[in-house]
């Protein structure tokens, strides 16, 4: 049984990073076949694929997100990270982190669909990230 837990703060100033942690248990981030993605919902929107880091380190992004955000893990804590940079109200939503089973199908590149976000097997709960002054 894996699971995740998001943290960090709930509230960013306009222009500031949006930084968060995702704590895994019960699953190494270096297992084979497995990569870990950030997530978010914005209020009343669709899920969103932000970006994900494989077993090896690889990173991948969003293009919609690709020139301000940064996805790091730290296999000593178990944990990997998000910053989302120059941040503003229009990122304000319900951020998740979750794991998805390795497959070639896959599109890094283009984004990930929602048929591709379903393929996630374990979420965290998310956490409520507003960005306001």
């Known amino acids: 049984q894996v699971q995740l837990q998001e943290s960090g703060p709930g509230l960013v100033k306009p222009s500031k990073t949006l930084s968060l942690i995702c704590a895994v248990f019960?699953?190494?981030?270096?297992?084979?076949?497995?990569?870990w993605s950030w997530i978010r919902r914005p209020p009343g929107k669709d899920l969103e694929w932000l970006g994900s880091?494989?077993?090896?380190?690889?990173?991948y992004y969003s293009p919609s997100v690709k020139s301000r955000i940064s996805v790091w893990r730290d296999t000593s804590k178990n944990q990997f990270t998000l910053h989302l940079f120059s941040v503003t109200p229009e990122d304000t939503a319900i951020y998740y982190c979750?794991?998805?089973?390795?497959?070639?199908?896959?599109?890094?590149?283009?984004?990930?669909?929602?048929?591709?976000?379903?393929?996630?097997?374990?979420w965290g709960q998310g956490i409520q990230v507003t960005v306001s002054s």
């Open positions: 019960g699953g190494d981030l270096t297992t084979n076949d497995y990569y």
């Open positions: 880091i494989s077993y090896s380190g690889d990173v």
């Open positions: 979750a794991r998805v089973p390795s497959d070639g199908a896959l599109t890094w590149n283009s984004g990930l669909g929602s048929e591709q976000l379903r393929l996630h097997d374990y």
